[in-house]
Structure formats: structure tokens, C-alpha cells
């Protein structure tokens, strides 16, 4: 590791102890908890900096965190046999990616690579699993945006496979234009 990385991980150790109540905040499917629900999520965060090109995760590695991104941006994506990379998502502020390690033990099956520096929130496995089976609320609200999530990836799908080009590339400049809306812009 680089002093500039073993410098900036140790401050955002020491500097972002005092950040971990707005780790969650934003992010939709935490919202609607309670503020002792709030602070139990809290008390399971651990704040990490990674920078531009470095891995978060890695296919074969043991899928153990979930990651809600508080700056930066982050691509997930896998490797084709060819060799060509397929994106999965870009992951954006306040958004989550590694949900799927609290759902079952495994491994990764992707690429997490940060697009620019970053700030993220880890929660681990265990520590998440035993609070959703503490509080039952909290799985439903993720279940609701794992959905959305779903249901978008696989409006993309159907463009991908269905659309001319033409249309594609017009989704895909829309989405950037707005990318706060919550329902598609065209239909």
C-alpha cells in the first residue's frame, strides 16, 4: 500500500467516526426506520476510502459486505470469456451494491471498481443478517428496493435486446439527464 492510501485510510478511520449516522440517511430502503432502527444499522458501519481503479470486491472473493456509496462512483461489471467487460451497473451516491451477500453465503460474481475516489459504508454479513432477523421491517423495506432495482435491470435488458440503437443510446442520455427520476422517462 502507497502512503497515500495507508495516510487517507487512517484518517477516514479516525475522521469518519463522527460521519457514520449520515452513512445511511439517504439511502431509500433505510429511510422509513425508526430512529432506534436507525441507530441500530448505525452501530454496525464501518467507513472505508478507496480510490480510482482500486477493487472493492472480485469474483472469488467471499461475498461478506454490503456497501452503500457515499461519494464517488463505482461500476460493477463482470468479464466475459472473451475477455470484454459486461457492466452490470454504475453504482451512484447513496446507492448500495453487495445485498446480495446478506441473502446467502458465496462468493462475488463481479467486479466493484471505483470510477473516481470513494467513500463507502461497509456493513458486514453477519452483523447485517442478525439485525434483519431482529427486525423484520427492515428486510421488507430492502426487499422493495431490491425490487426496483430488479425492475430496472430488467427494463434495461429488454431495451438492450428489443430497441433499435438509435432508442438505446436515447435512454441512455436520458438517464443521465435526470437520473433522479424514479420511474422511466419513456416508456
Not at 26 to 35: G, H, N, R, Y
Not at 52 to 77: C, N, Q, T, W
Not at 94 to 107: D, M, P
Not at 148 to 163: F, V
Amino acid at each position: 500500500m502507497d502512503k497515500r492510501k495507508s495516510i487517507s485510510h487512517h484518517t477516514c478511520e479516525c475522521a469518519c467516526k463522527a460521519k457514520k449516522q449520515d452513512c445511511i440517511q439517504t439511502v431509500p430502503i433505510f429511510q422509513s426506520l425508526t430512529a432506534e432502527q436507525m441507530g441500530k444499522v448505525h452501530s454496525l458501519i464501518h467507513r472505508k476510502q478507496f480510490f480510482h481503479g482500486e477493487m472493492i470486491y472480485r469474483p472469488g472473493k467471499r461475498a461478506d459486505s454490503f456497501y452503500v456509496l457515499k461519494s464517488g462512483k463505482l461500476r460493477v461489471y463482470r468479464l466475459l470469456e472473451s475477455g470484454k467487460e459486461q457492466l452490470v451497473r454504475m453504482v451512484n451516491q447513496n446507492e448500495f451494491t453487495g445485498e446480495l451477500a446478506l441473502f446467502k453465503k458465496g462468493v462475488y460474481e463481479a467486479f466493484a471498481q471505483p470510477q473516481s475516489d470513494c467513500s463507502i459504508c461497509a456493513i458486514k454479513h453477519e452483523d447485517f443478517r442478525e439485525l434483519l432477523l431482529e427486525r423484520p421491517s427492515i428486510s421488507i423495506e430492502m426487499l422493495g428496493a431490491i425490487t426496483n432495482r430488479l425492475s430496472t435491470s430488467e427494463q434495461q435488458a429488454a431495451w438492450a435486446t428489443t430497441e433499435t440503437v438509435r432508442n438505446r443510446l436515447l435512454h441512455f442520455l436520458i438517464s443521465l439527464i435526470d437520473s433522479t427520476e424514479k420511474k422511466p422517462l419513456l416508456n
